[in-house]
């Protein structure tokens, strides 16, 4: 568990009525990353949706991705735009690709320092912020550099 | 038989309310509005109760039911919004009330905005409370809650893959402030931008800056489109649509950054297909208006409409090639979306038909031909061309 980026007041996320991104929620809680994959193409795909985009598909479980991941793209963001951020910038998101899982990208925070460098292509792992306390309770996925 | 509007409809009449800073108005949106679609029918001399149809885009709140029956139209035969993308729907807005015109459906078609960021939020401000679900959960929570910070990370894309030199960004911030300083509607008017001050402002989140970022204002735009042949008796010296396209590259959509093609602001396919109707090539192009949301999505689109390379940006992209009169590219010649007003864009589609009249405050000499790109890094994004009567 790490401790959280952000400061509390900002939008929690609850899984959709619908169920499409539950096993996604479900497995941030048990601290396991997963993403869509095509269980006839094999093929992997995010953000969650019904039909496997390559094959049109609709078997389409939710696996751990493989390989190293590593930052895409980045942004320090200096400006509070919600009330719960005025005392929490600077802060950094990511998008993070996973290379070796057909190059699909999450959104996450850098945990630790928001201040130091970030380079394109570094490797990242994910940790886990729970959020025991909220109703209901949730975990979001953020990530570390890893060298 | 050719299917194109070249040349089919023209933009009779321009019409604006006073452009204000975000909770200046007097005005409620729904009245600016109106305020903006009778300065237009005005502009064309036409009767607003001719008006028999009314395009918008980004869920624009003042529904044509409510304008018609609001300006008595006699009969309203068109109603019509472009899905998704927000402001990238404003030339997309103009090429569906032509279409209406060309297809026979619509005679007199007006096409609108009007916002009012101060009677119902701040676009530079997150609204989000308690609970998300869905696609937005996956960044809402991490503090992506702006556009800034939706487009950020794509521009950072440009600059790395593309070693687009970080300057591009802060020359077209400056030739539109540079622009804005001529017009008297200009909100930015009287705050002369250099590139110390530019250098100086704070971030909002890297790579963007202050002024690498849009206004937040209240106001309303409007444009009444005709028949070609109906144009050449009203007002003004018509102004024709010669082309128009809908952007929406591969996957442009896909969920939490995942269009494969990230630094794009969705023109890369569209392009082609707006020049090839227009009979035209972006060498023909005299002026361009291209939507800032940031700063970014303006070189891409600027790139992606040929004007010029990757590795040509950094030495077209200078201010002094971007501004009028003598600016080989002059570029958002009101002050747009930066300086002149967030009017959504539609600002830079009024500002292209002034440029057409020989009307703009900053007028480049001469000017035939105007491209217009909306809403770059959108899906979708649209653009559109519009010349005058010697192109035909």
Redesign the interface.
């Known amino acids: 568990m790490s401790a959280p980026v952000l400061p509390a007041g900002l939008p929690r996320p609850i899984p959709h009525p619908d169920g499409l991104d539950r096993p996604y929620w479900e497995a941030a809680l048990r601290h396991e990353l997963v993403a869509q994959r095509c269980r006839d193409c094999r093929r992997w795909q995010w953000a969650p949706e019904w039909l496997c985009h390559r094959c049109h598909s609709f078997a389409l479980d939710f696996e751990t991705p493989p390989g190293p991941a590593r930052v895409f793209s980045w942004q320090r963001v200096w400006h509070p735009v919600h009330p719960a951020l005025a005392q929490g910038v600077p802060y950094v998101v990511l998008l993070v690709e996973h290379p070796e899982a057909d190059a699909i990208r999450m959104i996450g925070n850098l945990a630790g320092d928001p201040r130091r460098e970030v380079a394109i292509g570094a490797r990242v792992r994910p940790v886990f912020e729970d959020h025991p306390e909220a109703s209901p309770p949730f975990a979001l996925v953020q990530w570390q550099l890893a060298d | 038989m050719e299917r194109s509007i070249r040349g089919a409809v023209a933009i009779a009449g321009i019409g604006e309310t006073t452009y204000y800073k975000r909770g200046q108005s007097p005005d409620p949106e729904f009245v600016l509005g109106l305020k903006a679609i009778l300065a237009a029918c005005a502009d064309a001399g036409i009767d607003p109760r001719e008006l028999d149809g009314f395009a918008s885009y980004s869920n624009d709140r003042n529904s044509p039911d409510r304008l018609a029956a609001a300006l008595g139209i006699r009969e309203l035969k068109f109603s019509n919004m472009v899905w998704g993308g927000g402001g990238g729907g404003g030339s997309g807005a103009v090429a569906n009330a032509a279409a209406a015109i060309a297809a026979g459906y619509a005679d007199c078609v007006v096409v609108f905005r009007a916002l009012a960021q101060g009677q119902f939020g701040r676009f530079?401000?997150?609204q989000?409370?308690?609970?998300?679900?869905?696609?937005?959960?996956?960044?809402?929570?991490?503090?992506?809650?702006?556009a800034?910070?939706m487009f950020?990370?794509?521009t950072?894309?440009l600059l790395?893959e593309h070693g687009v030199p970080r300057e591009t960004l802060r020359a077209v911030a400056l030739a539109s402030y540079h622009h804005a300083q001529q017009n008297p509607r200009a909100v930015m008017r009287g705050r002369p931008l250099d590139v110390e001050g530019y250098e100086r402002s704070?971030?909002?989140?890297?790579?963007f800056k202050l002024f690498d970022c849009c206004l937040e204002n209240d106001g309303a735009a409007a444009l009444v489109l005709v028949p070609a042949e109906r144009a050449r008796d009203l007002a003004q010296k018509p102004v024709y649509l010669l082309a128009a396209a809908q952007g929406s590259e591969y996957?442009a959509g896909?969920?939490?950054?995942?269009n494969?093609d990230?630094a794009t602001a969705s023109f890369k396919q569209s392009a082609p297909r707006l020049y090839a109707m227009a009979k035209l090539g972006p060498q023909d192009v005299d002026v361009v208006q291209s939507y800032e949301n940031f700063t970014g999505g303006v070189v891409m689109s600027l790139i992606e409409h040929g004007f010029c390379s990757y590795e040509s940006a950094g030495e077209v992209l200078r201010l002094d090639n971007l501004i009028a009169p003598k600016g080989g590219l002059p570029l958002n010649t009101s002050g747009g979306n930066l300086a002149e007003c967030y009017m959504h864009g539609l600002e830079l589609n009024v500002e292209a038909v002034r440029q057409i009249r020989g009307s703009s405050c900053n007028q480049v000499p001469g000017a035939e031909v105007a491209l217009v790109s909306s809403g770059p890094m959108v899906s979708n994004a649209t653009s559109m061309i519009a010349g005058a009567e010697s192109l035909l």
């Open positions: 530079g401000q997150s989000f409370q308690g609970v998300v679900a869905g696609e937005a959960a996956l960044w809402a929570p991490y503090g992506v809650l702006s800034a910070q950020a990370m794509r950072t894309r790395h704070r971030w909002i989140t890297e790579p996957r896909a969920g939490c950054h995942n494969p990230y």
